[in-house]
């Protein structure tokens, strides 16, 4: 009983803290706040729409102009044109345009009399998601535009409309969008980004919280709070963090998969739960660093660093498999990697806990960081024998 009274009073002391540091509440529930309204609403159409695309049109046809028509008509691509190669170029390295293709003089002569002229596309790939959108446009209008004009041809030749598609598209491709049929980018993101973000924070506050009191001097009044305990300290100074990170990211995954209808194949209760052991494990992380680093400055530098690795690691832009090996095993150490590998089986797949019961494992593993500091971060409590600022 009296273990349960120090961890109560520790918590009621760092309630307290929490209400007269603004700070804590600003860096946790603002922050994450402000990153779900940015990133919903930064592709609230979905995909991104009317990126300018350059056209270089030498021919002036009739098919070249229909080409231009029907690239400004889809939804991504809204042409710029341009009179010369040299001013298209310009546009492209200043950053006016992500694409731009050229029409060579001549173009609709050549394709009568089955010449096959060349339709050249230059794409500037510094911008990955602009460059690869605007070059799926343009290839995919090259094509239909070539298999139309076969169409025509075949059909001078007296052949019917299905003779012409065999022998044009003699395989037809069936695709299906796993897991996201609406080729939702903002479900793409926001699903490995928010996760992130919610990791980011409760390393970087976790570690303030436990490594302010060493800055202020204040860890032997928090330890004569909790009658002398360390462990009675920490854990009532981690639940109140533990409660809120928790709700924080349990209403994430409301917004994310009740409200605006991301995939969800499995259940949100195993996201639920999935989110809750990515908190204990962040908070070991954070523990660990701190522990190992009793100066605050320098074990919020080392935070920072280890939380923005985590978004490369994580294998939701580049797969991890295709990373070299010792990547490989360095991407086990971040707890967003193996929260990202639950949701996939959880919510792409729906796979239930069976699918995903090693990720479990292996975020409970990090809790078993603490205890490897937790003797030196005592002695720290105790001591003050450190450098403050």
């Given at each position: 009983?009296k ?13 307290r803290?929490m ?45 070249s ?30 950053g ?13 002569s ?10 050249t596309?230059?794409v ?17 209008l090259?094509?239909l ?5 076969q ?18 598209q003699?395989?037809v ?5 796993i ?6 980018y ?29 800055k ?7 330890l004569e ?26 209403i994430?995954?409301?917004i ?5 209808g ?9 996201m639920f ?20 680093l009793?100066?605050?400055r ?5 935070s ?5 690795l ?11 498999e ?9 991407a086990?150490a971040?707890?967003l ?23 479990v ?28 600022k």
């Amino acid at each position: 009983m009296k273990f349960l009274h120090n961890i109560t009073a520790v918590m009621r002391r760092e309630l307290r803290l929490m209400r007269q540091r603004p700070v804590y509440l600003l860096a946790s529930v603002g922050v994450m706040t402000f990153c779900m309204i940015f990133f919903l609403t930064l592709l609230r159409d979905r995909i991104p729409q009317d990126l300018p695309v350059g056209v270089v049109d030498l021919d002036e046809s009739s098919l070249s102009r229909n080409f231009i028509r029907q690239l400004d008509a889809t939804r991504i691509g809204k042409t710029v044109g341009f009179s010369s190669y040299s001013e298209a170029r310009k546009a492209l390295q200043t950053g006016k345009i992500s694409s731009f293709c050229v029409i060579p003089e001549g173009f609709y002569s050549e394709v009568l009399a089955n010449r096959q002229p060349e339709l050249t596309m230059y794409v500037n790939t510094l911008y990955f998601v602009g460059g690869a959108l605007s070059y799926k446009e343009l290839l995919t209008l090259a094509n239909l535009s070539s298999g139309a004009v076969q169409r025509e041809v075949f059909r001078a030749k007296g052949m019917d409309d299905n003779a012409i598609m065999a022998q044009i598209q003699p395989i037809v491709i069936d695709a299906h969008n796993i897991g996201n049929p609406a080729a939702d980018y903002r479900a793409f993101l926001c699903n490995a980004l928010i996760p992130g973000v919610l990791e980011t924070i409760i390393i970087l506050v976790t570690v303030y919280a436990i490594g302010s009191e060493l800055k202020h001097g204040t860890s032997r009044h928090l330890l004569e709070k909790a009658g002398g305990s360390m462990t009675a300290a920490m854990l009532g100074k981690l639940i109140p963090y533990t409660v809120l990170f928790t709700m924080m990211g349990i209403i994430c995954d409301l917004i994310l998969y009740d409200r605006m209808g991301f995939p969800m194949a499995g259940s949100i209760w195993n996201m639920f739960l999935g989110t809750f052991l990515l908190v204990l494990a962040s908070e070991a992380v954070a523990f660990f660093i701190v522990g190992t680093l009793p100066v605050l400055r320098l074990s919020i530098s080392i935070s920072a660093l280890y939380s923005m690795l985590a978004f490369s690691l994580a294998g939701f832009s580049l797969p991890v498999e295709a990373m070299p090996p010792y990547i490989q095993g360095l991407a086990t150490a971040f707890p967003l990697r193996h929260f990202y590998l639950m949701y996939v089986q959880e919510g792409i797949f729906g796979s239930g806990f069976e699918g995903w019961y090693t990720q479990v494992i292996a975020l409970m593993c990090f809790l078993a960081l603490p205890p490897l500091v937790y003797r030196r971060l005592q002695k720290a409590y105790i001591d003050l024998n450190f450098p403050r600022k």
